[in-house]
């Protein structure tokens, strides 16, 4: 029988793997990873979109202007 968690699976493991509390410099290293990561991630998904629809600075420039 499968319990379905109110956490997904990558909260589970982040409580798992930091269950001691961490100093403050650690910390705020440890979220500036986690927000590099999730930066690079949207960047890398945006380029693609960018790819697909051949967009460009001028498609920018347009968007502006609305």
């Given at each position: 029988?499968?319990?379905?968690s109110p956490l997904s699976n990558?909260?589970?493991e982040?409580?798992?793997?930091?269950?001691?509390?961490?100093?403050d410099d650690?910390?705020?290293?440890l979220k500036r990873i986690l927000a590099n990561f999730f930066a690079e991630r949207a960047s890398d998904e945006m380029g693609k979109l960018?790819?697909?629809?051949?967009?460009s600075d001028e498609?920018?420039?347009?968007?502006l202007e609305s």
């Open positions: 029988m499968l319990i379905e990558v909260q589970l982040l409580l798992r793997m930091f269950s001691h509390n961490l100093n650690d910390l705020t290293s960018w790819d697909e629809n051949g967009w498609t920018m420039d347009k968007w």
